[in-house]
């Protein structure tokens, strides 16, 4: 059983004072006792001097009781007679008959020597009685010579006053004492009673603080020391509640950061546990979100590359990086890191996958760029090498030849030329520094200066070309040198992938806030396939003849970024065999 620690110092207080009570029940009634003996020893010595005093005892027997009786009388004690054999002469209170023999007495055997004392119970009196025996020729001056007395004086004197007195101090004591005890009982189970509340509510409000509510205590008036407490508990739990909301809200901010990171980040333990991964990972791996966390490494990550970065950083408690391909339909390359998290107990690892598909297609595109620039180059630069080296060789004393050679090398430094502008133009496209100058232009005047060019073009190839504007069209906000660029290029395209006899027809309309204008052939068309692909950087459908017929391929790519700065768009639709249909739009100006 567990003793609360009020009972547990009740009890302890009661044990103390209970031991003193009892060490002062045994202690001053044996005080009092000795005081009394030894003040009723000095009272019999004092009757025993008197009694010498008076004279030696009588020898004839009445003689002697009388003088016994005298002596008992002024002094207020018993007195004995005794010969020297302990045989009682006479005696103040009972018969010397009855008496027994004295012999074997202490007080008597001392008193042969000189004083003996003795006390002993009477059982005829039924208390205890100080005896003082004396030889009164050994104790006195012998008055005739002899030092042998013929007798023994006792006298004998009860102590019940004493007993009395000594139960009545105890009776008083105890009664002292029992009333000591209610009242201080009384006091401690009070003060004890209110120390114990004030406790428990201490014990209830640390319990609340482990359970995360940190709302203080209240306080009492006078608090003492225990107001103490409960006011440096108040200032550690508000302390503790600050800290834990601060932990709280970095924690959930760095979660929502991982959260929301678009990098795949999972925290691995040392014994290869998932401890943490966010939404990008589960969705990089394929994996259901919900149930990854707490699952072994081996169960959610199959790839094997993964794997073994992740193993090496745990084994060697290095960073590692490197690039992985996931997914097997549309695969993604991803850049990886892993790096080991001191925790406690051993090291664990984490792991960060950043897709790098984006930067990979855009290298992939810029080595095709370089590739296809050089492949672009390197036939008009063949041709002028040859035909240049051809003339030096003879050729130039060729009447027949060398103009027709002289043609070759300059069309192909027209094409070279050409290349250089486009390739220029699109680079300061690219760079941002296309510069436009917006203005309102109107779809008419726009679309007239380009057809008059268009239609000198189409005479010698047997095309018709055509327009079909609505009157009431809006001013477009754009720049119209530019504007006409797009326009001049779908056009020369139209006439370039039209058989002869074909037509050509530009029309235009307000589309919501945008006029569209469309640029209609009855040309070889498009495949489908092809059709999302004319807008790349040197990409042709037929490149032999976009390079016979002097095209560059940067046609669409130009007009495209051209129509995107403008806000607008340019988009197709088109049938192999039925013709195409390029649209772009432009905003309407304000
Ligand atoms: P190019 O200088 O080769 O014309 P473009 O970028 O203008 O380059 O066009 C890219 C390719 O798109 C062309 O090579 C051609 O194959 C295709 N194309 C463009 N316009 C038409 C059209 N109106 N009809 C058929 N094919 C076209």
């Known amino acids: 059983m567990r003793l609360s620690f009020s009972s547990r110092l009740g009890l302890s207080l009661l044990t103390l004072v209970l031991t003193v009570l009892l060490g002062m029940n045994f202690y001053f009634p044996g005080v009092l006792r000795r005081q009394a003996e030894a003040s009723g020893f000095d009272q019999l010595q004092a009757i025993a001097r ?64 000189g004083v003996g004392r003795a006390v002993r119970h009477d059982q005829i009196l039924n208390c205890d009685v100080l005896y003082l025996a004396v030889s009164p020729a050994a104790s006195g001056a012998p008055r005739d010579g002899n030092t042998t007395s013929p007798y023994v004086l006792r006298f004998a004197l009860p ?65 003492g020391e225990l107001g103490g407490l409960a006011r440096a508990l108040n200032h550690t739990a508000g302390h503790l509640d600050k800290t834990i909301q601060v932990l709280t809200d970095e924690r959930n901010r760095s979660a929502a950061i991982l959260r929301s990171m678009v990098e795949g980040v999972a ?45 090496k950083t745990l084994a060697t408690q290095e960073e590692f990086s490197s690039e992985v391909m996931m997914g097997t339909v549309q695969p993604r390359s991803f850049g990886v890191t892993a790096a080991p998290v001191k925790a406690d107990g051993p090291a664990g690892a984490v792991l960060v996958l950043h897709d790098i598909s984006e930067l990979r297609r855009l290298e992939r595109v810029r080595q095709d760029f370089v590739a296809n620039i050089s492949h672009e180059f390197r036939t008009p630069l063949t041709a002028i090498q040859g035909f240049a080296e051809t003339l ?79 009157p009431d069209l809006p001013l477009v ?23 002869p006899g074909g037509s050509i027809l530009v029309s235009a309309s307000r589309r919501d806030d945008q006029v569209v204008i469309t640029v209609a052939d009855t040309g070889i068309g498009i495949p489908q396939a092809e059709q999302s692909r004319i807008f790349e950087r040197f990409y042709r459908v037929d490149a032999a003849r976009s390079r016979e017929a002097g095209g560059t391929g940067l046609g669409l ?33 304000s």
């Not at 009388?73 to 008959?97: F, K, N, P, Y």
């Not at 009395?164 to 009776?171: A, K, N």
């Not at 791996?285 to 149930?291: K, M, P, S």
Request: charged share 25%.
């Open 392 to 470: 030096l060789g003879g050729a130039l004393d060729d009447p027949v030849n060398r103009r027709r050679f002289v043609e070759i090398i300059r069309d192909h430094a027209a094409r070279l030329a050409r290349l250089t502008e486009d390739l220029l133009k699109l680079s300061r496209i690219e760079a941002g520094q296309l510069n436009l100058e917006f203005r309102p232009v109107s779809v008419h005047s726009l679309v007239e200066s380009c057809l008059d060019t268009a239609r000198l073009k189409a005479v010698p190839k047997e095309l018709s070309v055509a327009a079909d504007l609505p």
């Open 477 to 499: 906000r754009g720049d119209a040198n530019r504007l006409r660029e797009v326009l001049q290029n779908l056009l020369d395209n139209a006439l370039q992938y039209t058989p």
């Open 159 to 223: 102590l019940r006053a004493v007993d009395q007195t000594i139960s009545g101090v105890r009776r008083r004591f105890w009664t002292g004492a029992l009333l000591f005890l209610i009242i201080s009982g009384s006091v401690f189970f009070l003060v004890s009673a209110t120390i114990s509340r004030r406790i428990k509510k201490l014990q209830e409000f640390s319990r609340r603080i482990a359970a995360g509510d940190f709302r203080p205590v209240e306080l009492q008036p006078n608090g």
């Open 267 to 311: 925290v691995i333990s040392a014994q290869e546990k998932i401890l943490f991964s966010n939404k990008a990972f589960s969705q990089i791996l394929g994996l259901d979100t919900v149930a990854v966390e707490g699952r072994p490494l081996l169960e959610v990550v199959r790839h094997s590359n993964l794997l073994a970065i992740i193993k």
């Open 557 to 589: 790519s130009i007009a495209r970024h051209i129509m995107d700065a403008h806000g607008g768009g340019l988009w197709l639709e088109s049938a192999v065999g039925e013709g195409s249909r390029f649209h772009f739009s432009i905003p309407i100006a």
């Open 50 to 113: 008197l009694a010498e005093f008076q004279g030696p005892a009588p020898d004839a027997v009445n003689a002697r009781n009388t003088w016994v009786q005298d002596i008992a009388l002024r002094s207020g004690v018993r007195v004995t007679i005794l010969d020297r054999q302990g045989q009682v002469l006479a005696d103040s209170q009972r018969d010397a008959e009855t008496t027994a023999d004295q012999s074997n007495q202490p007080e008597f055997r001392q008193a042969l020597q």
